[in-house]
């Protein structure tokens, strides 16, 4: 019997959020179909080698092969990283980097944000028939549509859409990366976000969402769960949205907590107890810092 091809997997992640993929990647082992094998991309920010080497300990090595990738070394020459003024690391920006790094005979990627956790086979997403879709994604709950004044696209009409025009959110993306690369489409999203920063409240979805509008395939909301929301069905995948579980501060649906923490057990992170807020302030200082420097 053949051996099925491996799943492609990519993330970006800090050294500060590496606890995060640890229970994430253990989550996929434990809920993807048997002998089906993995190859885990990581777009790295600054990760220490002894991190590094306590997620190999944590990953199963006949399913997982990890792919380091440094950040500064993904991005094509001749491309800048767009600069907000949020407090969103850069890291966010990788995504859009993902189909030039990663080997052009591999055709189908599925991006996640490292702050989920999986509850069901991933294969099942990779067998989704994307057609003429770039990417296939999960209505974003908060927002729905571009016309939601919280966080849609304010600008909806200057830009010739519609306000009733649907909006996906970005922490899960199945991209069919030959046919982002024939389109341009990073080229596209970058200049969209430079030219538009006082209406990108989110900048990386912002860009996506307009670039791609009507264009994406949507998925079973199953698929991108907010931690936020309440549900008595068991999601697919659950996203830790706002509170990660990781800080003392998170008071969100416990259930989802103690399956983060389950995951978490099979880690080299198993003695981790939940950290105070100072070290999440910390994080988005550091990240408005490392943009202002930047930008002058």
Known sequence: MHSPQPLTVVVACDNHYLILLAALIKSIEANIRPRQPL??????????????????????????????????????????????????????????????????DIEKVLYLDVDMI??????????????????????????ITFD????????????????????FNTGLLLMQTRKWREQDITTKIIECIDNNKKFANYPDQ?????????????????????????????PFLIHFVERKPIYQSYNFNEDFKKTFFFYLQLTDWKNFKPIGESFRYFKKAKNIWGKLKKMF
Do not use: C
């Open 148 to 167: 939601n004044s919280w966080g849609g696209v304010l600008n909806y009409e200057a830009l010739g859409l519609l306000g009733t025009t649907r909006y």
């Open 206 to 234: 912002y860009g996506l969402n307009v670039v791609l509008a009507n264009q994406w395939l949507e998925l079973d909301s199953r698929w991108n769960h907010f931690s936020t929301i309440d549900t008595e069905q068991k």
């Open 118 to 143: 999986v509850q069901a086979d991933i294969t099942t997403i990779f067998e989704t028939d994307l057609d003429n879709h770039i990417v296939a994604a999960v209505l974003d709950p908060r927002i």
């Open 39 to 104: 190859n885990v991309y990581i777009i790295e920010d600054k990760v220490t080698p002894s991190n590094k080497e306590k997620l190999l300990r944590s990953v199963n090595i006949d399913i997982t092969t990890l792919h380091w990738q440094k950040m500064e070394d993904v991005i094509p020459i001749g491309m800048q990283l767009p600069l907000d003024r949020s407090s969103y690391p850069l890291n966010i920006y990788m995504r859009l980097f993902i189909p030039y790094f990663i080997p052009h």
